[in-house]
């Protein structure tokens, strides 16, 4: 495939899959002899091509590590996905239908990331079933639903997905959060699901999606597709959330990446609380806005801060209120229910680099002739104490993070450190 090709179907359609990636300008040389897909000196570069003879590879490079090749919801395996189906579909690319046929390109590369060898296009049907459904209502309501997909079940029946995707009924058999309609591998109708509401979660999954991510984490090879009421659709795998597709367009959920890019606070248990609340305000659609100030920062929060907004002391109703709730308890030490209800409250949620709460639903005291809304203000403002994240009514989650003096020229603590959906 010819370099320039590549790297604008790499751009459209590759790099927004992952948070803090970036396309190298120049191309790196390549033989014969080389993979497709390789990492490249360190594991922060991935090159790749589309057939064994070209002489060049594009490389895909951020900070953090991508990671392992062997890691089956990794980074790696979707890149491979990618470059397979450019690969079938390479002569289709330079004639006019282009664009009409990359218009559905993403669905294709995730169908072949996730699904078992020999099984891309029932994993390809299922997804189109679930996005079918998307675009359709139930007696005026927008449908939600989840399909299961078990490589290890028993005795199915004759029914299949397409029979009950055919009919309004399948539609309604499963809420998308505690229900699920299981098929095999062949996507045969199995059973139906009522499932448990686990007190916690081993891998990173949206709260109230926690049933449905615990089931694919019950067994080899499961894979969920859940359809939620705002017509998303979130793809589950190995107990975490993969992908999601908003507004047409899909996302590789790279968790780990994420919380690295946060890099404050230092402490790894409060900064994946954060980013476990960050995801559940993202798909609850409350919004949020979480400010961390970091040790050397300490006092420089009471310049932003209103006192009749800090929780200490509690010369508010709300703020008695919250203390007594928060019981002297650290944010990652909060249920993750209460986490979420906290940051939904309209304002900011300020805590030190401990995880102490400093202040909840806080109207800063912002610069004038800031041209930002308000949440992209407040976590600007924020940045600069340490981090600041804002969780946009769209379910977008963006980051800033404060500039070490010696890196005050190359980075701008205006411009995102990360962001995700």
Aim: net charge neutral; proline share 5%; hydrophobic share 40%.
């Amino acid at each position: 495939m010819d370099e320039p090709l590549l790297r604008e179907i790499s751009e459209r359609y590759l790099l927004p899959f992952f948070s803090g990636a970036r396309l190298d300008p120049q191309v790196g040389k390549s033989s014969t002899s080389e993979k497709t897909v390789a990492f490249v000196v360190n594991q922060q570069t991935i090159g790749f091509k589309v057939n064994k003879n070209d002489g060049y590879r594009l490389h895909i490079r951020r900070d953090q590590s991508f990671s392992p090749a062997t890691s089956p919801a990794g980074e790696f395996n979707l890149i491979q996905a990618f470059v397979d189906c450019l690969s079938s579909m390479e002569s289709i690319l330079t004639q006019d239908l282009k664009d009409e046929f990359l218009s559905t390109f993403q669905r294709r590369v995730i169908a072949k990331a996730i699904a078992p060898e020999g099984r891309y296009k029932i994993i390809l049907s299922a997804i189109d079933q679930i996005s079918l459904w998307a675009s359709r209502l139930y007696e005026g309501a927008p449908i939600c639903s989840a399909i299961g997909i078990s490589p290890d079940t028993q005795n199915p029946s004759s029914i299949t997905l397409q029979s009950i995707g055919s009919s309004d009924f399948g539609a309604v058999l499963s809420n998308g959060i505690d229900t699920l309609i299981e098929f095999n591998q062949d996507l045969e109708f199995v059973k139906h699901h009522v499932l448990d509401l686990p007190p916690a979660t081993e891998k990173i999954s949206p709260w109230r999606h926690r049933a449905i991510a615990e089931w694919t984490n019950g067994a080899v090879g499961r894979i969920a597709l859940v359809l939620n009421r705002l017509g998303e659709v979130l793809i589950f795998i190995h107990g975490q959330l993969l992908f999601a597709r908003r507004s047409g367009t899909w996302h590789f959920l790279t968790h780990d990446p994420v919380v690295s890019q946060m890099s404050v606070p230092k402490n790894p248990n409060v900064r994946l609380a954060i980013y476990e609340t960050l995801l559940d305000a993202s798909f609850a659609r409350t919004g949020a806005c979480i400010g961390v100030v970091r040790h050397r920062a300490s006092q420089s929060w009471t310049e932003l801060v209103n006192t009749g907004d800090r929780l200490e002391p509690t010369n508010s109703d709300k703020a008695a209120t919250i203390q007594r709730i928060i019981g002297g308890r650290l944010f990652h030490e909060l249920p993750r229910a209460l986490r979420q209800e906290l940051v939904a409250i309209d304002g900011s949620t300020v805590m030190d680099h401990t995880g102490k709460i400093l202040a909840v639903g806080a109207i800063l005291k912002l610069p004038g002739g800031s041209t930002s809304g308000g949440r992209t203000a407040a976590a600007i403002e924020l940045g600069k104490l340490g981090l600041g994240v804002k969780v946009s009514q769209d379910g977008g989650i963006t980051g800033y993070l404060h500039a070490k003096e010696k890196d005050k020229e190359k980075y701008n603590s205006n411009i995102p450190a990360f962001r995700t959906m």
